[in-house]
DNA sequence: GTCTATAAATGGATAGAC
DNA sequence: GTCTATCCATTTATAGAC
């Protein structure tokens, strides 16, 4: 690659992270592409070299979203214990959900009026979801029914945390033994 | 009250009604007072002599919404079982919440940019979680703990419905058996 | 209470010079 | 790649006639 695309792509992550900045203070839909370009230090018609739209610019972000959760997910190191894991895999889903709550919005709920992620987005949280079903399946839940209920429970969890004790850690404090209802309910074999 | 009251009152009904079907189509922030005002068959100046401001209409749906399920949830015929009363006031609250999705958004989501709810609103919300607590309160639950756990198990399971199978029931059918989970981590003098 | 007209601001997006 | 200038649509909200 040219040093001309490195600088281009480099440029238009700091508009990312800038969108993502924006994104804290003002909300999902808070902020006009006047004020990203004014952010970078550049006019709003800049812009336009690097996304055609500013749906464009929030595809990238949720794409990008789930491209880190996987990334984040992976990286986890696994005790050997099934309870165990589940502990580990709720604990850093929970983690990386808090740290950025806009993002949620963007990546489970549908908060931008108009806005459908692009096919190759879609993919991405698809491939997200496959790898989280595959954890279980090697502790040896299959039924997608248990998996339904672990879903509700880590983003009840997580939705609950950031929008009514922001910051702080209310829900934090009851995560795991709330694992713990869940591995004695639906980790029938083993029982600590 | 005179009949010129009535009607304005009457009036503003119908507009909030409009307002939720509006928000049902196209989202939370997704329609203009245009539109409500054409969907009204007025023009959108006319609004103002029932609304001083496009936030008094959303804290008007706000307040309404917490009315609303006070109100539900009072009419609720309670089982004398500590479990079967779970699972009543588990049910009926997301029977409820699944009906109006992007109610939640407004309710327990910061959605809309700008909007704080009024003082009297917001009054209304907090009478709607002290019920709940003393729902608990009266099967034994007094650990705060606990009642964190259930309201994001509950919001849980109606944000995961809404948002990944609108209009089905796949949470739902899995509720009845993560209220007996919770039930047999909670309950704990009560088992079936 | 409802209207027309319009203010005043802001939005996303484009044209074309440099 | 960045700019100025501008388009065009849309927004909430107000003034004032009826």
Redesign the pocket.
């Known amino acids: 690659m040219d040093q001309?695309s490195q600088?281009?792509l480099a440029?238009k992550d700091e508009l990312i992270s800038t969108a993502w900045k924006l994104t804290d203070e003002k909300g999902l839909t808070g902020w006009?592409?006047?004020?990203l370009?004014q952010a970078n230090?550049?006019?709003?018609?800049?812009l336009?070299?690097y996304f055609p739209?500013?749906?464009h610019i929030y595809d990238e972000m949720f794409a990008r979203s789930y491209e880190d959760l996987l990334e984040y997910l992976k990286q986890a190191v696994l005790p050997d214990s099934p309870r165990e894991r589940l502990h580990t895999f709720a604990t850093r889903f929970f983690d990386w959900a808090v740290s950025n709550p806009a993002r949620l919005q963007l990546m489970f709920w549908r908060v931008v009026p108009g806005f459908e992620p692009s096919e190759s987005s879609y993919a991405t949280s698809v491939q997200t979801l496959e790898l989280m079903k595959q954890t279980f399946a090697d502790i040896g839940i299959t039924d997608p029914g248990a998996l339904d209920v672990w879903t509700a429970l880590t983003s009840g969890f997580i939705s609950q945390q950031v929008s009514n004790d922001p910051g702080g850690d209310r829900w934090r404090k009851q995560l795991d033994q709330a694992v713990d209802m869940f591995a004695d309910a639906y980790l029938k074999p083993a029982r600590a």
Chains 1, 2 share one sequence.
């Open positions: 001309r600088r281009h440029t006009s592409l006047r004020e370009a230090g550049i006019k709003a018609p800049s336009y070299v739209s500013k749906d």
